[in-house]
């Protein structure tokens, strides 16, 4: 049994829901996918007090209206859940739960938590834990830490920091950083975090993640924001990756940065590259393209690949522009590489590399 959100606030809403579900269960069996609008709020309309002591009676006018839209949210609700398209499911619940209040995301968790176990319920409960998310981003996690420490499960504690992070990423992202959880559970939900926090402000995600970096790591922080940050915009991208110190996840960084570029805009990313100083960042750069252009074209890629400056990463550049050609017509790619102006000692290695049965780029 799941931890409980609002007790028996829950409770009174009861004999409502029962009456939507007759009747979402009646519309299932006639086609259709969403509950019908709650009977309640067009009952409550038509009742008029016949004097002044009856009037003195009835529930005053703004309680019903919040009632029966507190009604309407949670019938809503379990429509949207009980869709059998997933995709359709989750657009759904989304498109509801994202005018839900506090409170009506509470009741909605009391609701989903006595579904059986399924598909239906599964989808209601990591959609309502991102909404809480957004609303109150320390109870939610805290909620959702409960049920990580009983069943084992994460999906709710993603949800919750995912909510999070759509209104304070940096906040999310330090509660994360204080959870025991074991390293790569806290690796996975941090590098969803970092890219939701790269998409929404760029700047200060690449701040934090060139502040926590981890040279060693081929990808690391700097690669998850490089790679988020140049599909919005590929040139601060690879400037920001490029004027990092050395390291691992520097290159990883340029990489990918390049890479997403040159994915959108060939031309674009080449001309760039083609207008970086000599250097380390560069041949990165140039060896990306190498790679990126050898696939489809492995003699332009092999052009880029000749401006490479370091011996080293020539050979991994050679290899990346003419990998895919050797493998189908080695006599082609041997060709290929004699005809060009890269010295016979980096031939040689690229070669080596491309015959031995190891990875070509270790």
Partial sequence: MLPSASGTLWAGLTPVLASAGLAMLV???????TAPPAAIEQKSDRVMPSSAKEAENQEPAWQTVETGVKTSTAADVAGAAAMGSPRQREKALEEVLAKASLEEVRKSLDWANALPDGPMKKAALEKILKRWGQLDGPGATAYASQVYAETGNPSLLREALSGWADKDP????????????????QQDIRRDLLEQWADLSPTAAAAYAAANRNPDSWRGLVGTVADEWSKRDPA?????????????????????????????????????VSGQPAGESRDTMAGTLARHIGQEDPASGLKWAAMVADPGSQERAIAGALIDLYRKDEAQARQLLQSSTISAQVQAAALSRMTNRGPWWR
């Fill in 27 to 33: 519309g299932f069996g006639l086609g259709r996918v």
């Fill in 170 to 185: 940096q906040a999310a992202v330090n509660q994360l950083a204080a959870m025991n959880l074991n390293d790569g559970l």
């Fill in 236 to 272: 601060a991208a690879a400037n920001w990756a490029a004027a990092l110190d050395a390291g691992r996840d520097k290159r990883a960084a340029i990489y990918t940065a390049i890479s997403n570029w040159a994915d959108a805009d060939l031309n674009g990313a080449a001309a760039y």
